[in-house]
């Protein structure tokens, strides 16, 4: 048996007992904080659900490189016209990226036609490639949180969640958790040394932000990648990640002095398309952004074109971070694109360092099994109980992956903002390697819950501020 697979059997094996305790009533339903995917779970809980659909008849055109408008219009006109068909449309996009060159295009092909159009676009020399367009909606449902039961039970071998074990120990727990995460996580050390995320570029794809909120110093850029009018936020979700990053007042962000570029990608009815987002990352691209933030993901990875779209944004030196999902305690169920590899993948503890139960866990399967499955998430940090900027000012508790992601992006900008001087040795690949190597492992953990450990900030930012790259040499004798 290859190591591969044993540990592919150890990931089943450990779903399967999970699954048990369920049955048996070790594992409490009433006391699962979250539903699947990402996003927030609150003082007053957030269940959430999420699926994804392929549109009927829409499908986005892929070209080889980036072309203006008239250009991907001819090659379009060329492949399909050449072949008899008629009856398509190009679907125009209105969107801040609609004046520079795009690298893909959305075409409604009829179902008489749809066959031989794809195959006529799939042969034009210009296309990389042909998918169908994907929309995905998320549901969320906010409960009282007097009905909510939030808890603690020793971290052990035998129970690796932590667990509500009644009203009363809520309180006490809550009334623990300290105010400000920047403190706990010892951000104003760095802020008295003079560093605050200035200079940073740092991106927030969620559900937009008001202009007029008293929390933000430097909103640069409010962008609306939906059909929708408004550049605001309708559900208080965008507010709160924003908050994290870079409130300046009341429930303080990491990095107050960054440039806040908002792309609002999701509509109040929480629906979203592919090629919303392929616009978007393609305008981050654009304005050079340095960091961005995406709470929010799925297991949808057939979406080849946001895949490859992740892996461009990487490779144009923006540093991603996400949020690896909410499925857990399930072994092998990380989000997309939290588990890419280029991707700063972020699961959640609570103040007691535990590993959140809702925090999903890996290994990585979406190359299985003609791949390997790989360790993710790469780091955790607090994603229970974290405060963050309310829609109408003050402040809102939150808890979730989605929470941990702009933790860690908070984190990431500041100590960007720390070591500009260092110039083009910081890119994604040196502060993801930094951030793993000053991780400190939580004892009695496996890898596939909290991958290389807790977030440490100063570590971090001594590491990267003596930075050299790292490069491993392999000499072959023959």
């Known amino acids: 048996m290859g190591h591969f697979t044993f540990i ?39 269940e959430l659900d999420y699926s994804s659909k392929i549109v009927e008849n829409e499908y986005i055109v892929m070209f080889n490189g980036y072309y203006k408008n008239q250009a991907r219009i001819n090659y379009i006109n060329t492949a399909l016209n050449a072949s008899g068909i008629s009856n398509w449309k190009i679907i125009e996009r209105e969107n801040p990226a609609s004046d520079y060159p795009s690298d893909f295009d959305v075409v409604i092909l009829t179902d008489t036609d749809k066959l031989e159009g794809l195959n006529a676009l799939n042969s034009h020399p210009a296309v990389k490639r042909v998918t169908a367009q994907r929309m995905v909606s998320r549901t969320l449902k906010f409960i009282n949180p007097e009905y909510v039961r939030y808890g603690r039970k020793s971290l052990n071998s035998k129970n690796p969640f932590w667990q509500a074990t009644g009203r009363h120990t809520s309180r006490r727990l809550l009334r623990a958790v300290p105010r400000q995460i920047t403190t706990v996580l010892q951000a104003d050390s760095l802020w008295n040394m003079g560093i605050t995320g200035k200079g940073i570029k740092v991106a927030i794809f969620d559900t937009g932000l008001s202009k007029t909120h008293p929390h933000f110093r430097k909103i640069k850029e409010r962008t609306n990648w939906t059909n929708e009018k408004t550049y605001d936020d309708g559900l208080g979700h965008g507010t709160f990640v924003a908050g994290v990053i870079a409130s300046s007042k009341e429930c303080l962000g990491f990095a107050p002095d960054s440039e806040l570029h908002i792309f609002r990608v999701f509509t109040n009815n929480q629906v979203s398309y592919t090629s919303w987002f392929l616009d978007a990352f393609n305008y981050a691209i654009l304005k050079k952004i340095n960091v961005l933030n995406l709470s929010i993901g799925g297991p949808d990875f057939k979406d080849h074109p946001f895949v490859d779209k992740v892996w461009e944004l990487t490779a144009n030196r923006v540093i991603m971070v996400s949020a690896i999902g909410n499925d857990g305690p399930l072994y092998g169920t990380l989000n997309n694109p939290a588990d890419q590899m280029d991707v700063i993948g972020v699961g959640g503890i609570n103040f007691e360092d535990q590993i959140a139960k809702f925090s999903s866990r890996g290994m990585t399967t979406w190359e299985l099994p003609q791949g390997y499955g790989r360790i993710k998430p790469d780091i955790v940090t607090y994603g229970s109980a974290v405060k963050g900027s309310h829609i109408k000012g003050g402040c809102r508790t939150l808890s979730g992956t989605s929470v941990a992601s702009p933790v860690v992006a908070g984190a990431v900008t500041l100590l960007y903002s720390g070591v500009l001087h260092r110039g083009d040795v910081i890119n994604p690949a040196s502060m993801k390697q930094a951030l793993m190597a000053s991780a400190r492992r939580l004892p009695g953990v496996n890898m596939f819950e909290q991958g290389h450990g807790k977030l440490n900030l100063m570590k971090a930012y001594q590491i990267l501020n003596s930075y050299k790259p790292q490069v491993d040499i392999k000499v072959y004798f023959t």
């Open 8 to 46: 592919y059997i150890l990931c089943l094996l450990a779903n399967s007992a999970i699954s048990q305790s369920f049955k048996n009533n070790e594992i409490p339903t009433e006391d699962i904080l979250e539903s699947p995917l990402c996003c927030n779970l609150t003082a007053e809980h957030v």
